[in-house]
């Protein structure tokens, strides 16, 4: 087996994504199964250079995990010659320049959603890789999670007949940080640091429907921010100018309607933190991060209206689990393997920034309908 290096600059380590998912989870945990087996004989060892504002957190993490290649100038890194990759999950504001200087040094990109915090930017970035010929991917996590790789299985084998709907939950209560720490970042709940649920959620949104059950062609939304003032990292008081949850409407090619909460503000009554229930002709399903359940016409009972009498079986009972039926890794290491490869083959890859580019779309129309109150057509994107 030759071993092939691929050097990735990794921005953003600090954070909770850059750390737990894509460097522990994923970089790191390829190189503890020995690199990524190429299938021509070559093996990819992923060589991670993290990248950050702060040396001392740096070098703490780099000491940890026995690496050896840390900086806090990323012109100096991107200048380097042997970095193929930039790898970007800093703060979403902080995304546009460190990626549009990555494609100028000639990088290959690949980056957390959302690409960039509006659409012309997010399409500036797609069209500069495209002209600068670099290669390019964007998180799109959920549709590589167990749960919804079972959802899919069901609607490859034409399990739902006509598909007919969708419904999504997400979410559970981020504590406001006064009495109890916040889990989530603080930049989270401020507009102007690139925060709000619908920057967040919708690209997540957009890939999942448009991956499963055809592009978003409508999008109609309300958002509010039901928690108007939080308490910061330094338990200091803030006020929450994002908007801390969505009720999103979307129409899809083909037909399917799809209605989406998401919300920051909710208590957890659910088996997962989110969960899309798929209602077809044939039968239903209920898809969370890890499980599916399913239930088929010739299954399905027939529940008759009268509030009088209490209610005799249990609903959920009858519905019957889908089988994991292969081994499922991390969906982010799934999707990093996939990106090396490309990268490394030139394999075919989809999740590129015009994909990303689709998500903050959804996101700003979404916004817009919001304050607008109306329903927007989402437009077809092209480079
Ligand atoms: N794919 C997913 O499921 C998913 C989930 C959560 C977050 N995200 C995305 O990942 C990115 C990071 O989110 P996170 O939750 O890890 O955030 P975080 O606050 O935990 O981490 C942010 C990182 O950016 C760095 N940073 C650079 N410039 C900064 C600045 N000006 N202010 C503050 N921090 C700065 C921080 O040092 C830190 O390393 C965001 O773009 C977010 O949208 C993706």
């Not at 997540?204 to 059950?213: C, I």
Request: with cysteine; hydrophobic share 40%.
């Amino acid at each position: 087996m030759t071993r092939r290096t691929v050097r990735i600059a990794m921005n953003g380590v600090t954070g909770r994504m850059g750390y737990r998912q894509h460097l522990v989870r994923s970089v790191l945990a390829l190189r503890e199964q020995g690199g990524l087996e190429l299938g021509d004989g070559t093996v990819l060892w992923p060589e991670p250079v993290l990248v950050g504002r702060r040396e001392h957190a740096l070098r703490e993490m780099a000491g940890h995990h026995g690496l050896t290649e840390w900086s806090t100038d990323l012109d100096a890194v991107l200048a380097d010659g042997t970095i193929d990759i930039y790898f970007d999950a800093q703060v979403t504001s902080a995304r546009e320049d460190a990626i549009r200087k990555a494609i100028t040094a000639g990088k290959h990109i690949y980056t957390e959603k959302p690409s960039a915090t509006g659409l012309d930017a997010a399409l500036g970035l797609a069209r500069l890789a495209r002209d600068a010929g670099v290669k390019h991917g964007v998180v799109q996590d959920k549709v590589f999670l167990p749960g919804l790789l079972k959802l899919k299985r069901l609607i490859d084998g034409g399990f739902f007949g006509e598909i007919l709907s969708v419904r999504g939950e997400f979410g559970y209560w981020v504590f406001e940080g006064d009495w109890q720490d916040a889990q989530r970042p603080s930049w989270n709940y401020r507009a102007e640091d690139g925060g709000g649920i619908v920057v967040d959620m919708f690209p997540h949104w957009e890939y999942v429907l448009h991956e499963l059950f055809g592009r978003v062609t409508t999008v109609q939304a309300h958002v509010a921010t039901h928690i108007p003032q939080r308490w910061d990292e330094h338990g200091k008081p803030y006020a929450a100018t994002a908007d801390d949850a969505a009720y999103g409407i979307f129409q899809l090619e083909g037909g399917v309607v799809a209605q989406i909460n998401s919300s920051w503000a909710v208590r957890v009554n659910r088996d997962e933190l989110v969960e899309f229930q798929v209602d077809g002709t044939h039968g239903s399903a209920v898809a969370g991060l890890r499980n599916c359940r399913m239930q088929h016409r010739a299954a399905t009972p027939k529940p008759v209206w009268n509030p009088d009498l209490p209610v005799s079986h249990s609903f959920r009972d009858q519905w019957q689990e889908v089988p994991d039926n292969e081994p499922y890794d991390n969906g982010f290491k799934a999707q990093w393997e996939l990106f090396l490869r490309h990268v490394a083959l030139d394999e075919p890859y989809t999740w590129d920034l015009l994909a990303g580019a689709r998500g903050v779309q959804l996101a700003e129309l979404g916004l817009k309908s919001s304050a607008e109150g109306r329903r927007y057509d989402v437009p077809e994107l092209a480079l």
